[in-house]
T-cell receptor
Framework: AQRVTQPEKLLSVFKGAPVELKCNYSYSGSPELFWYVQYSRQRLQLLLRHISRESIKGFTADLNKGETSFHLKKPFAQEEDSAMYYCALRGGANNLFFGTGTRLTVIP | GAVVSQHPSRVICKSGTSVKIECRSLDFQATTMFWYRQFPKQSLMLMATSNEGSKATYEQGVEKDKFLINHASLTLSTLTVTSAHPEDSSFYIC???????????????FGPGTRLTVL
């Protein structure tokens, strides 16, 4: 069975400070990992995926298979980064399973 | 970009009635659509996966006779909550994806959600 764990429900950082949103997963096969973001009053949207190994809006995430983690990082947080962030895993059935989410608040 | 719409965005109904929620992919053909349910301050829980022209696959614990899913065309899926009760009140979100391609862009696009309140 697959499981996605986001240990922090709430995370507050000051503008300009580094931010790291933690995500750990459990899956017996080779998973695909994603980060989704939901800004206030907007729909859920894809932020980045581990396959692409890209930086989106300054965010990066590296898949660490040894630690079964896919933490989301940004060196300098901006106020517009305040949102709800969900880590998600896609397993063999091609379905997405979501973590419980972390609400990030960037303090001006 | 790919857009997914849901209708209605908000619905209030009496206990015992049935409610239909529509999910449409506006500018692409979605061979697969997903229905999620989200309780307040909780994560999205996958309810079922539907492929166009075939029966939906329900996740464990989801009553298929209560949550009827129809995916009759490549741009429309409907979720009908039958004989709704107050405990069915929730935020229902649909998602759509093009045909799965190994190594391809299999991104799921999400609708804005429908808030159901059963009195």
């Amino acid at each position: 069975a697959q499981r996605v764990t986001q240990p922090e429900k709430l995370l507050s950082v000051f503008k300009g400070a580094p931010v790291e949103l933690k995500c750990n997963y459990s899956y017996s096969g080779s998973p695909e990992l994603f980060w989704y973001v939901q800004y206030s009053r907007q729909r859920l949207q894809l932020l980045l995926r581990h396959i692409s190994r890209e930086s989106i809006k300054g965010f990066t995430a590296d898949l660490n298979k040894g630690e079964t983690s896919f933490h989301l990082k940004k060196p300098f947080a901006q106020e517009e980064d305040s949102a709800m962030y969900y880590c998600a895993l896609r397993g063999g059935a091609n379905n997405l399973f979501f973590g419980t989410g972390t609400r990030l608040t960037v303090i001006p | 970009g790919a857009v997914v719409s849901q209708h209605p965005s908000r619905v209030i109904c009496k206990s015992g009635t049935s409610v239909k929620i529509e999910c449409r992919s506006l500018d692409f053909q979605a061979t697969t659509m997903f229905w999620y349910r989200q309780f307040p301050k909780q994560s999205l829980m996958l309810m079922a996966t539907s492929n166009e022209g075939s029966k939906a696959t329900y996740e464990q614990g989801v009553e298929k006779d209560k949550f009827l899913i129809n995916h009759a065309s490549l741009t429309l899926s409907t979720l009908t909550v039958t004989s709704a009760h107050p405990e069915d009140s929730s935020f229902y979100i649909c998602s759509a994806r093009r045909a799965f391609q190994r190594g391809g862009n299999n991104e799921q696009f999400f609708g804005p959600g429908t808030r159901l309140t059963v009195l």
